[in-house]
């Protein structure tokens, strides 16, 4: 037999060294990740290698027995075991049903409305979200409900905060490498709830060497006594440069493959064609799921609710197989995400009813690159949208080595929180499924929901104190400091006028906070360095009927070469930065430019790209919580910061600072600061729609054109160190909101548009696109020729120049002699403000806006209008 582990083994160079059977165990993988290249792909675990269910559930299950016996009768039946989401929930779950009576909880990322949060922590290198802790019974990981029969006592309360519980903690996760997740998490939990002792359980213990000698000295440093319990050993050996060899290896198979043409929802190869025909429809099998058990353990399950499920689940079986064809030989149970325990034990009870033969996987959040060759873990790869409305908004979800392994049918079990439109939609799992299988059913278990009382009771604190970042997989023996969690985006219509799959915004909302201020007074205590900017709002441009219309006449003109624009910037993303970047749009005025993009991305290829806004502010950098959120719940290597124009490169510049100072401050690399823009004017970046200076429609409005949000607020007084910057959202203003007609007009142009956007990208692919920082240096000019001697009060270009017309005291407008529409609303504003236009030859921008350089109210008259020229 082919290892499924040589492919990557030959091209990396990477070793895997062990016990005779860990190859038997794991294959090898690779995905795009900045700390690790390379995936351990287990053949055990039912994650994304299909296996006999009865192989699966027996290894967590022998596992538990072995713990048991480490334990003894005693020390078992005072055992909580707690698993890690996703991948160790049904592991865990098992190795609990091996203890025999020790009541068991899994971490969830899916928050649970009315259910109390008891706590949770970061995982900073997962590709999902943060993990939560909601157990029904609060004091069961303090220890006083270990052996309990049911969920609800209070216990004597002797094991509370600063007494030690002679429960014994048992942490289950798959693979045990550094082991930086789980000490961390037994740090946290230990200094509130102290205990004698905890064991460890995984699958394989991969530490290297040097790691090895880490668990004597944590236990000693806690003053407990900490097992290891694992089924395998071994380590991989890893030469220099591994993970840039990986990272561009990967670059290279999805370059080769896109190349080779789309092949629908499946990545490789499959080696059975997909059915003929038009698939079947799924169909629905009742399981009768018995009355008050939970689905899994993301709120606890006892004892009492294993007795329960044992004897349901040969009728439940029974009712699978009736549904399934007479010539299914080849059935595969497939669970959801979290979901692996009840898939699991139903799979293993069809094993044991029906003689198909039956395996088990389950989707999964982590995307894997796939490869047709044996000797890789990861062969085909479906491809569906999230179906379960997760809190931090739509995304790709995946489904391994289902396409192409032959299953005449399969069960898929998803918990009835994700029995939802998104899973029956045309591009949802059962419909990537129909084609490579001839039959799909669909098994619904009720998701599980605590009563309300036990609901509303207070958290444990002990949960609370896991709320820490959990370390990377890269080898270190610091302790890190803990981090609390940040909230999620804020999402229309609560926050915005775009629509929440839109936009996320990674801001806090400041709507009821007064913040703005007349623009003179702004200008006269900036220019003082009395205010930053960022620290005050200008008061919104309500805009004249005239004005109004000449937007509404500059849209129907230029919404074809925007959309242009668009499809190019995107198409250059999508070849360059990988099929499914993360948008991430500088708020306000690169948010519109990244919901055109995930239009386009939509309209042409079918993607729903996730899309987010971040503030950054001039002189202060970009919001490092945000980039935080952002490395937690993706791969920073597949960001990609999206901006309206280029001025003269300033942001352009700040991002960059930026960036090198978050990753050497916070210790997460892979962020790449390059910034994807409409137009680029200035010569500043590489990833551009286009270099032409020309009137974007929604660079004539502030916030009625950018979802009614403001810009970006930093203040120390409003925005703490473990906030997000701030804005304001103003509803008042929904009556001129055009933020939604703009979208609409522009995607209206993406069909005629797209032959020239294929056009300009083969062009621009293979060009010379290198920065020239050309605007830079017109800018510095003009700042000398005009006597400024400041580059921050010189605003080049279209966009730019409106601004300051909008927010800023004026001084002049220089435009470029013979420009035509594009500048209309220029004039117009210029008249509205008494501000002189001098037309100049050899201008680089189509016109620069220039803010008056020695600015007070006394020198230029309190409303602005009265302005010397020096």
Known sequence: ???????????????????????????????????????????????????????????????????????????????????????????????????????????????????????????????????????????????????????????????????????????????????????????????????????????????????????????????????????????????????????????????????????????????????????????????????????????????????????????????????????????????????????????????????????????????????????????????????????????????????????????????????????????????????????????????????????????????????????????????????????????????????????????QDLSDTELEAPTEEREEAIQSGGAHYAESLPVEYQPSDQYQDLFKAALDLSAARIARAVGTVTETVLAERGPRPVLVSLARAGTPVGVLMRRWAQHRHGLDLPHYAVSIVRGRGIDANALRWLAAHHNPADVVFVDGWTGKGAITRELAAAIAEFEDSDGTEGFNPEIAVLADPGGCVRTYGTREDFLIPSACLNSTVSGLISRTVLRSDLVGPDDFHGAKFYRELAGSDVSGHFLDTVADRFGEVADAVDADVKELLTADRAPTWEGWAAVERISEEYGIHDVNLVKPGVGETTRVLLRRVPWKILAKRGAGADLEHIRLLAGQRGVPVEEVDELPYTCVGLIHPKYTRGATGADGRAVESK
């Open 1 to 507: 037999m082919v290892w499924s582990g040589s492919w990557v083994a030959e091209r990396l160079g990477v070793e895997l060294v062990g016990d005779g059977e860990l190859r038997e165990l794991l294959g090898l993988a690779l995905r795009r990740n900045p700390k690790r290249a390379h995936l351990l792909v287990s053949h055990v675990l039912g994650k994304h290698v299909p296996q006999y269910p009865s192989v699966v559930y027996g290894a967590g299950f022998e596992l538990g027995r072995r713990v048991r016996e480490l334990l003894g009768e005693d020390g078992s039946r005072r055992a909580v075991v707690l698993g890690y989401a996703e991948t160790a929930t049904g592991l865990g779950h098992a190795v609990a049903d091996g203890l025999g009576t020790a009541p068991y909880l899994h971490s969830t990322r899916r928050p649970v409305e009315g259910v109390a949060r008891a706590g949770g922590f970061e995982e900073s290198h997962s590709h999902a979200t943060s993990h939560l802790l909601l157990p029904e019974d609060p004091d069961l990981l303090a220890g006083d409900a270990a052996g309990s029969t049911g969920f609800g006592s209070t216990g004597s309360g002797e094991a509370g905060e600063g007494a030690s519980s002679d429960a014994v903690l048992v942490l289950v996760d798959d693979e045990f490498s550094t082991g930086n997740t789980v000490l961390n998490t037994i740090r946290a939990l230990h200094e509130r709830y102290p205990r004698s002792r905890y064991v460890i359980v995984a699958l394989v213990d991969m530490r290297s060497p040097a790691d090895r000698g880490r668990l004597a000295e944590f236990a000693a440093e806690i003053g407990a006594r900490v097992d290891l319990v694992a089924r395998n050993t071994g380590t991989v050996r890893l030469p220099d440069g591994v993970l840039e060899k990986g990272q561009a290896l990967v670059t290279a198979e999805e370059a080769a493959q896109k190349a080779a043409g789309p092949s629908g929802p499946v990545t490789g190869t499959a080696a059975r064609p997909p059915t003929s025909g038009a698939p079947r429809p799924a169909t629905r099998v009742d399981l009768r799921w018995p009355a008050g058990v939970p689905d899994g353990g993301r709120h606890g399950f006892t004892p009492a609710h294993r007795a329960q499920l044992e004897p349901a689940l040969p009728a439940m079986a029974d009712r699978i197989a009736a549904a399934l064809d007479d010539g299914a030989r080849r059935v595969l149970v497939l669970g959801f995400e979290e979901l692996m325990y009840a898939p699991l034990r139903l799979g293993a009870a069809l094993e044991d009813r029906t003689a198909a033969e039956v395996r088990y996987s389950t989707t999964t959040r982590s995307p894997v690159l796939a490869v047709d060759d044996p000797g890789y873990a990861i062969r085909t790869r479906l491809v569906f949208p999230a179906h379960d409305d997760p809190s931090d908004g739509p995304g790709d979800r995946y489904a391994y080595n289902v396409a192409g392994a032959g299953f005449d049918a399969v069960v898929a079990v998803v918990d009835s929180t994700a029995d939802t439109p998104a899973l029956h939609a045309a591009d949802g799992l059962l419909a990537q499924l129909a084609p490579h299988t001839a039959q799909v059913l669909l098994a619904v278990v009720p998701s599980y929901i605590p009563s309300a009382a036990a609901a509303t009771a207070p958290a444990a604190a002990v949960a609370a104190a896991a709320q820490t970042a959990a370390t990377s997989d890269a080898p270190s023996s610091d302790r890190q400091e803990e981090t609390p969690m940040l909230p999620e985006p804020l999402r229309g219509p609560a926050f915005s006028s775009y629509a929440p799959d839109e936009v996320g915004w990674l801001l």
